[in-house]
């Protein structure tokens, strides 16, 4: 008897969903589809669970209609396009095309944000770590790091890989590794590729005796929630929009399904932040009344202190602490202390469900107006928007 491929719902659209399915960036596109999806119930998934190690292909047999892959080399963009049908493209490798156009979170941003973040912390020795050989990725990250570091000054050493061991297992890289990070000026700003990346030159790091975060400081551009519970320190992170990437790469399918034009260029979905974790919570300076003031500010955050009470927590003249402030990190007092207070906001709305009043209350603003104004003058969107981005999720990282 000869197999035969039937689908469950012959009356709906065919959407291949060839994205990877093993990793929490993967899961998080694909929440972002169905939460487009959920508007339309013409629609009907294919989508075949598969490993990292596993190219996204299509089989002969599969008929459909659209396609939203996950186009990591020229075979899988070869395979999709001899389909003929519309296709969106969520992958950072290979080039946006009008056949497969591309919908993804902004690389070039990704590794911008890293390496301000660490810019405005005082770090002046930067490190990155990319994908490891054997993806044979090109890095869309790097270039960009290397710009910022250049812009200020700094020096950025890459961690070069053995070439005979091009595997994603760092036991054929730890002899090397140990080596680089023994090399690099402490204290040094470190960018990796992704949490798995990290989490290695976290724990040889540790095991060489180097300090977390004091001496190492360690930043993931790709975040994977499981890897970083697996390590001795959680890890930091650039909050990308992955959810909005599968939303808006549905949205940008059902526009051609309706007969519009591919675009010329990629829809690029900007990450939304530093999520700051303990391998990256320290601010290098030498001024110890610096390092005494963020630290107070940190413990304050959500209590919303002034400049002038700082100034007489730690005895010191308000003007004496700017002067320090500038000097050791390129901003005031009061930056650090919008900054801390904004951050406190963001965390409540992405990972609680209480109302805007209740985090007002919270975070020592006499009204929700007052918050309301004090968000959307740094951010440029109200808490509403920006809680609208992010899913409510009670998930301990």
Known sequence: MIACRIPAMNDRLRIALLVLNASQWSRSVVSGIVSFADEYDSWDFWLAPRNFSQKPILPSDWSGQRIIARIADEEIHDSVKSR??????????????????????????????????????????????????????????????????????????????DP???????????SRMRGWIHSLPKPVGLIA?????????????LNEQFDIPNDVAILAIEHEPTLSSLC?????YVQQSTETVGFEAAKELQRLMNGGTPRESPILIQPEGIVEKTSTDTIF???????EAVAFIRRNSASGISVDELTRAL???????????????????????????????????????????????????????????????????????????????????
């Open 315 to 397: 005895n010191v003249s308000r003007r004496s602490l700017e002067e320090r402030f500038r000097r050791s990190l390129n901003r005031t007092p009061a930056d650090e202390i919008r900054t801390a207070r904004l951050e406190v906001i963001k965390s409540y709305l992405k990972r609680t469900t209480l109302s805007l009043s209740e985090i007002s209350d919270r975070t020592g603003f006499s009204c929700q107006n007052a918050m309301l104004r004090f968000f959307k003058r740094l951010t440029s969107q109200t808490p509403g928007q920006f809680r609208r981005n992010y899913s409510y999720s009670t998930t301990t990282e």
């Open 164 to 174: 005979n061991f091009p595997s994603s297992d760092y036991d054929f890289q730890r």
């Open 193 to 205: 590729w992704s949490t798995n990346v990290a989490r290695e030159i976290m724990l040889t790091s």
């Open 84 to 161: 003929g049908i519309p296709c969106v493209n969520v992958s950072w490798h290979t080039e946006h095309s009008l056949d497969c156009p591309k919908v993804i979170s902004d690389p070039k941003a990704c590794g911008r944000m890293a390496a301000e973040y660490y810019v405005e912390r005082g770090f002046e020795s930067f490190a990155y770590i990319g994908p490891p050989l054997c993806y044979n990725y090109n890095d869309p990250v790097l270039d960009e790091v290397k710009s910022v570091v250049d812009g200020v000054g700094g020096s950025l050493n890459c961690f070069d890989p």
């Open 232 to 236: 001795p320190f959680p890890i930091s």
């Open 285 to 291: 300076t030498q001024d110890d009344i610096v390092q």
